[in-house]
């Protein structure tokens, strides 16, 4: 079996010593094995900086923007030959879509904003003259300039491709270089797109690293004028956070994490109006994508007490159509989980949850004889959310959400907030006075809150979509940190300095 190439130094490189195994998600079927063992991580670092990183600062933000643009065409070329590849992971068409398509069009998004919006520059001036003197002689400006150091970008399973451009887009419109680390059970996909950008020629040599297998001793090697981003697990992302190294050198950490997103159905939507349908809809939609293997995926489906039988009855009745199987066949609806190492987390997660009063209304097992890595839909019901609080704090990264009752909306923004932090969450409501009340007492405990409602559904992008323009991230169990969010996310990895001086002398800086 052939070991998937790592590209350190500007070089496709094999490690030496213990592999891991890349499985077929549907066939089980051994396709690669993995390592980075005796890489040199120090090495990688060097050349990424003093090669990527020193071509990328010479560009202007125009130009990195052009670079951006070429890119994104480049990949989307090419994308026939990446669906393929995901098919490997169990994804459908359209979860394969999102991550493909949705990736390459961040690309463009990005080179959009940076064309239109960006100075053509290195240094970017952040705000208007502010005076600090009487006399108007004596003034500052805050500017930011790109650091000197690389972003390491440590990826998730579940986007190997959208997970790399999203980072990838605003990091190089900063001018830095990128080591980006994906998670072996995937890690094929982002190797296929990382090699395609290599060979175009389109980006400088060393503005872009691959390291396929465990990232070594690279956080041992950073400094301050590093960044690190993570996305994954709360539990792994709270061990790298407090790294030695990175705490000492004050290296700039940030962290986007699974969470347990709730839907909310607001009390005045009754079965009979659109709403109730859209609700359905959502989190059925929000189950079933991507096998429920995302982290904005909905978890917690919060109804009125009144409304928990019609609300059951519909979603089983709608997650009882689904076909799951092997997306190649006709009329499959959802694929495989990504191995069946992830299958068994699942189910250890669904059991643990019942075990601590949860009750299965559908779905709950999964067939551990067969050879994909399969898992039912599954819609679990928790009577007393305020005494099952295990409801909150454990995660099956499946396909799987569990129902709870509210008694009024006070409770139920109480129950949004028992999360402790979520990525993204969904309010369903007619009512406009009761989703400025909701928004009052839930947004602190929210990156991201959609409000559904009829109006709004012919065109709304969904709960669990992420977009370029928005903040990607939230407080607390989600991570503490922020992706996207249009050219904020640019400013992650730069350096912000105040400049004091006189107007001209301001002027000169700024080039304005």
Partial sequence: ??????????????????????????????????????????????????????????????????????????????????????????????DSWVDIEGGIGTL??????????????????????????????????????SKSGVAVHINAFNFPCWGMLEKLAPTWLAGMPAIVKPATATAQLTQAMVKAIVDSGLV?????????????????????????????????????????????????????????????????????????????????????TKAGQKCTAIRRIIVPQAQVKAVSEALIARLQKVVVGDPAQEGVKMGSLVNNDQRQDVQDNVNRLVEAGCEVLLGGKADLSTAGAFFPPTLLFCPQPDEITAVHAIEAFGPVATL??????????????????????????????????????????????????????????????????????GPGRAGGGEELGGLRAVKHYMQRTAIQGSPTMLAAVSQQ
């Fill in 404 to 473: 709870m009752p509210y008694q009024n909306t006070e409770h139920a923004m109480t129950l949004a907030r028992a999360g402790e932090g979520s990525l993204a969450g969904t309010l369903v409501t007619a009512s406009g006075e009761l989703a400025r009340e909701f928004i009052l007492g839930a947004a602190r405990a929210h990156g991201r809150i959609q409000v559904l409602n009829e109006e709004s559904s012919a065109e709304s992008t969904g709960h669990g979509s992420p977009l370029p323009q928005l903040v990607h991230g």
């Fill in 204 to 288: 400088p040599d060393g503005a872009i690293s691959l390291i396929c297998g465990g990232a070594g001793d690279l956080l041992d090697n950073l400094d301050s004028q590093d960044v690190v981003t993570f996305t994954g697990s709360a539990h792994t992302g709270q061990q790298l956070r407090v790294h030695p190294n990175l705490v000492e050198k004050s290296v700039p950490f940030t962290m986007e994490a699974d969470s347990l997103n709730c839907c909310v159905l607001g009390e005045d939507v009754t079965p009979e109006q659109p709403e109730f349908a859209l609700f359905v809809r959502e989190v059925v939609r929000e189950m079933t």
């Fill in 1 to 94: 079996m052939q070991q998937l190439a790592s590209y350190l130094s500007g070089a496709w490189q094999t490690g030496r010593g213990r592999t891991r195994t890349i499985h077929h998600a549907i066939s089980g079927e051994p396709l690669w094995e993995v390592t980075s063992e005796g890489l040199d991580m120090a090495q990688a670092r060097r050349f990424a900086i003093e090669h990527g990183g020193k071509a990328l600062q010479a560009m202007s933000f125009i130009q990195r923007s052009a670079m951006l643009k070429a890119v994104a065409k480049h990949l989307m070329e090419l994308k026939a030959d990446f669906y393929v590849i995901s098919a490997q992971t169990g994804a459908t068409r359209g």
């Fill in 108 to 145: 463009f998004t990005y080179a959009s904003l940076g064309g239109r919006e960006l100075p053509d520059d290195v240094l970017w001036p952040e705000d208007e003259l502010i005076p600090l003197s009487k006399q108007g002689g004596f003034a500052a400006r805050h500017v930011l300039t």
